[in-house]
């Protein structure tokens, strides 16, 4: 784990796979270091994208937003970045 002002992130060795980040005042979200293509196959689409990072952004809504249904983008993230699996 890895904290920083406006982030904190989980690495496997050197690289961010995912984290979460705080936009504002009032809103954070999740985000995966995800090409924009690999994001777009996955679910859930991303609500954003940022390409200077390649981070996939996922806004959490309080009450709505359901962590487990991320898990799929989080071990994507995880095994293509920490070499386990094919990608």
């Known amino acids: 784990m ?7 992130t989980f690495k496997a060795g050197f690289p961010q796979i995912f984290g979460v ?3 504002g005042t009032k ?4 985000f995966a270091k ?4 690999e994001a777009a196959r996955l679910r859930p689409k ?3 994208y940022e390409e200077r990072w390649e981070n996939a952004n996922y806004k959490i809504e ?3 937003t359901k962590v487990t249904d ?7 993230a995880y095994e293509k970045l920490a070499g386990k ?3």
């Not at 890895?2 to 904190?8: A, D, G």
């Not at 995800?34 to 293509?37: M, P, S």
């Not at 991320?70 to 994507?76: E, H, Q, S």
């Open 2 to 8: 890895k904290f920083n002002r406006s982030y904190c």
């Open 21 to 23: 980040s705080w936009w």
């Open 27 to 30: 809103s954070f979200g999740f």
């Open 34 to 37: 995800l090409t924009r293509a």
């Open 46 to 48: 991303p609500d954003d």
């Open 62 to 64: 309080p009450g709505s």
């Open 70 to 76: 991320l898990i799929p983008v989080f071990r994507y």
């Open 85 to 87: 699996g094919k990608h």
